[in-house]
């Protein structure tokens, strides 16, 4: 149910041409609600002359998208007429594009006359925020646009811009610092690189707070963060690059420049600890001394690297506890689990992902510690492919149930039993704030299956359709007799985004 005003604003937009006539006649304080609306229903018209007439300093798709049409609640707040947000949903490339449009033409004509009043410098638009936008890497519908999409238009008006932009004469544009999240790989990399160099001396000027590369060779990687502004970025990805510990110490003294860095991912980086080379230990070192050096990070992710008993070395080097720390298929043994629940990062973790390691033999006890050392500010725990089988997550409840903030809890992946996730369920009642669990198929619908039985046959093997409809339904009803059918259990394992942890 929509309040008055957003039903009032949106029937003024049914009629764009006349909208844009009385813009200037209306409260700027109206302006916010108006693009909303205009962002929303695809009024392409007027959204871009919104853009080109915007009388504040600040135009953040952050602010303006987030709030709930019933309140003036964000996504930090529940509200509950509202389960989603703009920014949870795909944007439209008609709308995003006739934002572009907007700021182009603001670029062209900033002395132009709009209506009875001219376009004041003095609150002239001086900042475009278009960061946080959704990008699972999902197939979308072509009338959406995702990350990549957004990456291209911002990129392409920055070079065109420079190269054929000119405004009235005597007359400069005032400069827009447009805030984007960057996506790039080899084949994007050549374009990327001439937008960045092109907004340098442009009065569109490219700022990326997180930068996604993906399968780039290490040079262009290095010759990419060379461009980024030091003091905007806030997020490095480097994604599928397989560095090793000689391509990472090239590459990380031009990470560590950034001092604002709050979140790296790194993946692949590998050094044989069973076998160290000279070389090797040297570059892990290089790498450690360069870690120290950051002063904001809050998220570290090292996916598909071997750290097998290496972990107190490389979190005894940062400078502050982290909030997120991201450790699949690293290979972690006993003593690192140890070192991390003793460390001050363990009670200050909001996120943890542990997929992939061994969580089955000795290391759960030293698991459990560490869940009991995180309970009081977990919030998401990823646990896929942790060789679980319901005598380990039994064990571990009692434990696992203390972490009451817990919002998202993953299992796919683990050899669980219908009762072991009926216990789960039960016993996760007194976790009020849980939102979504990811399950696992459970064993009883499996045909033959060989015990233990292996990752690879739970996640490739056919289950019985049958068996698991009734699975199901029996959870649903439990969910029912509970009071929590506002839970999701669900088996998919890209279905849900996780929560940017620097927002929460």
Known sequence: ????????????????????????????????????????????????????????????????????????????????????????????????????????????????????????RKHALRVLDMTGLLDDSVEQDPGTMSMWDCTAAVARTCIAQQQGGTAEPGLSPVPVEVRVDLRVNRASYTFLREALQSSVDSPLRLC????????????????????????????????????????????????????????????????????????GEDNFRYFLAQMGRFICLRELSMGSSLLSGRLDQLLSTLQSPLESL??????????????????????????????????????????????????????????????????QLLATLPTLTRCASLRYLGLYGNPLSMAGLKELLRDSVVQAELRTVVHPFPVDCYEGLPWPPPVSVLLEASIN???????????????????????????????????????L
């Open 1 to 120: 149910m929509h309040t008055l005003v957003f039903l009032s604003t949106r029937q003024v937009l049914q009629r764009q041409p006349a909208a844009c006539q009385a813009l200037p006649l209306l409260p700027r304080e109206l302006f916010p609600l108006l693009f909303k609306v205009a962002f929303m229903d695809k009024k392409t018209v007027v959204l871009q002359e919104l853009v080109h007439t915007w009388p504040f300093p600040l135009l953040s798709f952050q602010q303006l998208l987030q709030e709930c049409a019933h309140c003036s609640r964000t996504l930090l707040q529940e509200c509950a007429h509202c389960s989603r947000t703009l920014l949870q949903e795909r944007l439209s490339t008609e709308s995003m594009h006739a934002v572009i449009l907007g700021l182009t033409a603001r670029l062209h004509t900033p002395g132009k006359e709009t209506g009875t009043q001219p376009l004041c």
């Open 208 to 279: 990326c707070r997180d930068l996604r590369a993906e399968d780039l060779p290490m040079r262009n990687t290095v010759a990419l963060l060379q461009l980024l502004d030091a003091g905007c970025l806030r997020r490095i990805d480097l994604r599928f690059n397989n560095l090793g510990l000689r391509g990472l110490s090239v590459i990380i003294p031009h990470v560590a420049r950034f001092q604002h860095l709050a979140s790296l991912r790194l993946h692949y980086v590998h050094g044989d600890s069973r076998q160290p080379s000279v070389d």
């Open 326 to 391: 991201e450790l699949a298929f690293c290979a972690l043994l006993p003593e690192d689990l140890r070192f991390l629940s003793q460390s001050p990062h363990a009670a200050h973790l909001k996120k943890l992902d542990l997929s992939g390691n061994d969580l089955s033999g000795n290391q759960l006890i030293p698991f459990q510690g560490l869940l009991q050392a995180a309970a009081a500010t977990l919030l998401h725990l990823e646990l896929t492919e942790c060789q679980l089988a319901d005598a």
């Open 465 to 503: 359709e049958e068996k698991f409809a009734r699975v199901e339904a029996e959870l649903h009803q439990l969910l029912l007799a509970s009071g929590r059918a506002h839970v999701l259990w669900t088996t998919d394992i890209y279905g849900r985004l996780a929560a940017d942890y620097f927002r």
